[in-house]
């Protein structure tokens, strides 16, 4: 079955308006942007101006029809394909109020639902080309960081340890998930810690969060590192976050709830005495962003089906000291996406 064929099967709407860069490639395979599709009983139409017109044929084939409008005759473009339709699907999350306003006077559509969590939830599992997709961006992770080490030493600093991970990464064709982490020292007790002037020193350690982007799909790894020796509480820290990580993904299996998943961390680390140190949740799903479906913290509840994608990130955070993540992401039913190691590196 097809994606358009997926949406078409939704019973929120008789006809369904993607907008979000996201579920317009999902829908389409379309790798650019400023475009939307359009999903109704009778058929699928991509929109899209001259700039891409030509790429979209190339991209999309016979998914959907496209026809090229310019900024003023897309929304009247639509509105010609919304006859007889009483309600329409959009992105609620997507759409600004400005835009919605635009869709009411455009549209003939009475009436509008938002179809922003059936899109996440349609894409929570993964279809075997997604995670030929989402492994190769892995790949590209683990190439990286094995450049990068010989460079990490007492010294270097956050920001250049940075541009040498994220180059790395780019070398190798890919772009980047999202903003790579690099925290050392005392900034790694910070989770999501901005890279600094800060250069590492002995005893140090160094976060490294990072990842990439392949053809729209995302991985995600963290690994933490530690600077010369590494002793006395802060090993501690490391080796029960390790050993919450190895929990949580012993939990992960399918069938099992993705808040029973965060519970084998957060316990193991509370029974060790860092409860208060472990202040985000346990995980995320991957795949066209790098946040989506389903969510692994003490509020969720998820049941883990085959082939979703999602991390196991556990931490320990103890301002004045340093913090520990280590993060892998996982295919339900496969395990990790990630054969580096988890055991302390001492650099």
């Not at 907008?19 to 650019?32: K, Q």
């Not at 455009?106 to 509008?112: L, M, Q, R």
């Not at 860092?274 to 969720?300: K, M």
């Not at 998820?302 to 996982?330: A, C, H, S, W």
Request: charged share 25%; aromatic share 8%.
């Amino acid at each position: 079955m097809t994606m358009i064929q997926k949406i078409r099967q939704l019973d929120s709407a008789e006809a369904y308006l993607l907008t979000s860069v996201e579920n317009v490639a999902y829908a389409t395979g379309f790798s650019g942007d400023s475009s939307q599709v359009l999903v109704t009983p009778g058929g699928a139409f991509f929109f899209t101006d001259s700039r891409f017109v030509e790429m979209a044929r190339e991209e999309i084939g016979s998914r959907a029809e496209v026809i090229c409008t310019g900024g003023q005759e897309r929304l009247p473009s639509i509105a010609k394909r919304l006859s007889g339709i009483a309600r329409l699907g959009i992105e609620q999350g997507n759409v600004t109020v400005r835009e919605f306003g635009e869709f009411k006077k455009a549209f003939p559509t009475k009436e509008y639902t938002d179809i922003s969590d059936d899109m996440l939830l349609m894409r929570m599992v993964k279809t075997e080309e997604e995670l030929e997709k989402i492994g190769t961006a892995a790949r590209a992770n683990e190439v990286a960081l094995n450049e990068l080490l010989p460079y990490i030493k007492p010294g270097v600093c956050e920001l250049d340890i940075r541009a040498e991970l994220e180059y790395r990464m780019k070398k190798q064709g890919m772009d980047l998930a999202f903003p790579t982490i690099a925290a050392g020292g005392l900034n790694s007790a910070v989770p999501h810690a901005t890279p600094s002037g800060y250069r590492i020193r002995s005893g140090d350690f160094l976060t490294l969060d990072f990842g990439c982007r392949y053809d729209g799909y995302c991985s995600d790894i963290t690994r933490t590192f530690g600077i010369g020796n590494i002793d006395g509480e802060s090993k501690k820290i490391y080796d029960i976050v390790n050993e919450a990580q190895r929990r949580a993904q012993q939990e992960a299996q399918i069938g099992a709830d993705t808040y029973r998943v965060d519970e084998a961390a957060r316990s193991y680390i509370a029974e060790n005495g860092y409860g208060a140190y472990y202040d985000h949740g346990t995980g995320h799903g991957v795949g066209r962003q790098i946040h989506e479906l389903p969510v692994l913290n003490p509020r969720s509840s998820y049941i883990l089906q085959k082939n979703m994608v999602f991390t196991v990130e556990p931490g320990i955070y103890v301002p004045g000291l340093g913090g520990v993540r280590i993060e892998d992401t996982l295919v339900a039913g496969r395990g990790s996406v990630y054969e580096f190691s988890k055991e302390l590196i001492l650099l």
